[in-house]
């Protein structure tokens, strides 16, 4: 094997070990919002680190991929902006019904406030995880994934 070779199979046993060693640590302890951001960003950008130094192959497809970070930067801040659209609009429906503005009842609960906060919550995972997928297995060249 050449020296190449040797690296990539290095790699490949320290990104395992790595893997290994967090699935240990979260079986043990128990994290706060903080660290579980922290953890899932850091998987995110280790499975990048995978795929763009071609250790694993690219489940997208492709090997022209881009993985620029405008298109997933927008994407984050859509998701975002939908989730603290989601915090606002419960915040403004609780105050109409404390001013009775809205009847203090069930059905106008489930109607007022479950149905558009539901909607911005799953649009805003939905650009989240489309910014996931982008930052891990790339765009193609078009900025468009297959």
């Not at 395992?16 to 903080?34: D, E, F, N, P």
């Amino acid at each position: 094997m050449s020296l190449p070779g040797l690296s990539r199979i290095a790699l490949r046993l320290s990104f395992a070990a790595v893997a290994v060693w967090l699935a240990w640590w979260l079986s043990t302890h128990q994290l706060g919002s903080l660290a579980s951001t922290l953890l899932g960003l850091g998987g995110i950008l280790m499975a990048r680190w995978l795929i763009r130094a071609k250790l694993v192959l690219n489940p997208a497809g492709g090997t022209d991929r881009s993985f620029g970070f405008a298109p997933i930067i927008r994407d984050i801040l859509n998701g975002a902006t939908c989730w603290v659209g989601a915090i606002l609009w419960a915040a403004l429906v609780a105050i109409a019904a404390k001013y009775r503005q809205i009847p203090d009842t069930e059905w106008a609960a489930y109607i007022v406030l479950g149905g558009p906060l539901m909607g911005l919550i799953v649009i805003g995972t939905f650009f989240m995880g489309r910014a996931g997928f982008r930052t891990i297995f790339g765009m193609t060249s078009a900025g468009k994934r297959p």
